[in-house]
């Protein structure tokens, strides 16, 4: 299976976590986090003063989904807090960013398009217009939003430079049953509300292919 490099930015303070970071650190209505026992809904809430955990691997999550004639790769990223705003506006807690790619095989081994999440629209891009590392796709991570982006530099308000730590040898798991829990991964509200599970982003979980059509 071909799978993304990602690039943080230099001055990157948030890393890809386990979704277990949640257990250490969240309560629901006030009591710690489960993922094998989640509520019906409700919001995790993380505590204003968290810090990145530094001692914790680098996690990702991996799926694979039939759709329109090709096989896409799904590359999840979670990260505890997007501290990204604009005039005041964006900061929430809890971030799930994901790359995918469209293949012509199960396994993986043969893409030939490509989508990155930015923010709650994509970019995508055939496969041989990505920068590689050998066969596998470059992905530049924007500071604090972490928004994916094919190339490193400036894009409106994002700044990814390419100049952070290179993600390489992401330890890619399965999901668990929590990926579809509907409640929301954190207790920010708002324009910058906290994240769905990547299991109630519909169009990106269950339509791939719509979601690569409609990025830019």
Known sequence: MISPVFVLDSTEKWRPQP?????????????????????????????PDMTDPQDTPIVGYHRAIEAADLWWQQFWLWYLYNPWEVAGVGKHEGDWEFVQ???????????????????????????WRC??????????VARASHANFFTPGQRGVDEADGKGETLSGIDWREFGGWAEWPGMWGNSTGHGRSPSSPGAQTERWKTPHLFHSSAH
């Open 19 to 47: 979704a277990e970071t949640a257990e250490s650190l969240a309560t629901i209505d006030g009591q710690p986090v489960k993922l094998s026992k989640l509520p019906a809904n409700g919001r995790m809430d993380f505590p």
């Open 101 to 127: 790619l469209g293949c012509l095989d199960q396994e993986g081994n043969k893409p030939i398009l490509a989508t990155a999440s930015q923010h709650r629209v994509g970019e995508k891009r055939e496969f």
């Open 131 to 140: 920068e590689l590392r050998g066969e596998r796709p470059v992905i530049y």
